[in-house]
């Protein structure tokens, strides 16, 4: 195990659920629902390497028939939708870095699955206008696995607005604007606890925090957004232009 996974094994292995989330909260903070799943998992399988990867393998196999769904839904109802769906669900089957996070005990599994099924519970919302449900649920699933969820959220939020906007005169079936703003404020009240411990911890650690300053370049960026694709292991041997390709 890596450190990151090491340090996410060591604070489930606590004696109680609640040990666990104090040491989700304890830093810089986390979101809590990895952790907490991860302690319940051990409790039931044991700590082995094996078992907590494994954890995160579940997610990684069912994001392929989330995202597959997720294809469909954006192809509407051209006869290509089929296609769209499958194409997508191989990208994401062979995706270095999805591969990757999918065989490690860390939270971006889970967080791939749930941004995955939100879009997909989103747009469905969005195009018929019931089921608001299960997209408030895979919100608030999202945004306590990973804090960085709320940007998607809040992107989709926006985007969502637009395209209501757009499709006011086609009178086909739809969310109003009204519910898709209340559905959104529903998914903020239920993360608004675990938003003010965030709150509350990180002014905790300001004074140590304030100090850390780094200032992004290029070859940060490209290493970014390495990371992001082609995968964090393979780009310590790639040539720029490589990378760079797979990137693409």
């Given at each position: 195990?890596?450190?990151?996974?090491?340090?996410?094994?060591?604070?489930?292995?606590?004696?109680?659920?609640?040990?666990?989330?104090?040491?989700?909260?304890?830093?810089?903070?986390?979101?809590?629902?990895?952790?907490?799943?991860l302690h319940w998992w051990i409790t039931l399988f044991g700590h082995g390497d094996v078992t907590v990867r494994l954890f995160s393998v579940l997610p990684s196999a069912g994001a392929v028939p989330a995202i597959y769904a997720l294809g469909r839904s954006l192809g509407g109802n051209r006869p290509s939708s089929?296609?769209?769906?499958?194409?997508?669900?191989?990208?994401?089957?062979?995706?270095?870095?999805?591969?990757?996070?999918?065989?490690?005990?860390?939270?971006?599994?889970?967080?791939?699955?749930?941004?995955?099924?939100?879009?997909?519970?989103?747009?469905?919302?969005?195009?018929?206008?019931?089921?608001?449900?299960?997209?408030?649920?895979?919100?608030?699933?999202?945004?306590?696995?990973?804090?960085?969820?709320?940007?998607?959220?809040?992107?989709?939020?926006?985007?969502?607005?637009?395209?209501?906007?757009?499709?006011?005169?086609?009178?086909?079936?739809?969310?109003?604007?009204?519910?898709?703003?209340?559905?959104?404020?529903?998914?903020?009240?239920?993360?608004?606890?675990?938003?003010?411990?965030?709150?509350?911890?990180?002014?905790?650690?300001?004074?140590?925090?304030?100090?850390?300053?780094?200032?992004?370049?290029?070859?940060?960026?490209?290493?970014?957004?390495?990371?992001?694709?082609?995968?964090?292991?393979?780009?310590?041997?790639?040539?720029?232009?490589?990378?760079?390709?797979?990137?693409?």
């Open positions: 195990l890596w450190t990151d996974e090491a340090v996410r094994v060591l604070a489930a292995r606590q004696a109680s659920w609640f040990d666990t989330l104090r040491a989700a909260w304890a830093q810089p903070p986390s979101a809590p629902l990895y952790w907490l799943g089929n296609a769209v769906g499958l194409v997508s669900a191989l990208l994401l089957a062979v995706s270095p870095f999805a591969v990757e996070v999918g065989e490690e005990a860390t939270m971006y599994a889970w967080t791939m699955l749930f941004a995955t099924l939100a879009v997909w519970t989103a747009l469905t919302y969005l195009r018929e206008g019931r089921d608001k449900w299960p997209y408030v649920a895979c919100m608030v699933l999202l945004l306590y696995t990973h804090y960085i969820g709320s940007l998607l959220v809040a992107v989709f939020f926006l985007a969502g607005l637009i395209w209501l906007r757009r499709k006011n005169a086609t009178g086909l079936p739809r969310a109003s604007t009204r519910n898709w703003v209340i559905v959104h404020l529903l998914a903020t009240v239920a993360w608004t606890p675990w938003l003010v411990a965030m709150g509350v911890r990180l002014v905790q650690r300001w004074d140590e925090l304030s100090h850390l300053q780094h200032r992004a370049g290029l070859a940060d960026l490209h290493l970014l957004a390495s990371y992001l694709t082609v995968s964090a292991s393979a780009t310590a041997a790639w040539p720029w232009a490589v990378t760079l390709a797979g990137i693409l």
